[in-house]
């Protein structure tokens, strides 16, 4: 399931709708559509399919409107666990790193001015 969420993730469009979505809670396809304005709401629904299918977002239905969320379980929070983890290490390597080139970058600029 968290493969079918990374290929969601793949498309500027859909994390345009996710980032919308985080921003307000629940809106319908036309709402999306309106605020993201490059594509109409046929195509926001195909988007809002292929992140339901991966289980980013969820539907729900009101009379005649569906109102999508952002799914609050599911690969989302094995996504985020995933870009934490990856984010995380590879911060711990820049500082290690850093640390290490901190000294030869200091002794390059030669003795302070006093």
């Known amino acids: 399931m968290a493969q079918e969420a990374f290929e969601a993730l793949a498309d500027p469009t859909r994390r345009q709708i996710l980032q919308f979505l985080a921003d307000h809670d629940e809106a ?4 999306i559509a309106g605020q993201i304005g490059t594509i109409g709401r046929t195509a926001v629904s195909s988007h809002l399919r292929v992140l339901r299918t991966a289980a980013m977002v969820t539907e729900r239905r009101d009379r005649r409107y569906r109102y999508y ?6 690969p989302v929070r094995d996504v985020l666990g995933f870009l934490e983890r990856l984010l995380g290490s590879s911060l711990a390597s820049l500082a290690v790193a850093g640390e290490g080139a901190q000294p030869a970058l200091s002794a390059s ?3 302070a001015a006093g």
């Open 28 to 31: 319908t396809a036309g709402e």
């Open 109 to 111: 600029r030669g003795p």
């Open 69 to 74: 969320s952002l799914a609050a379980h599911g």
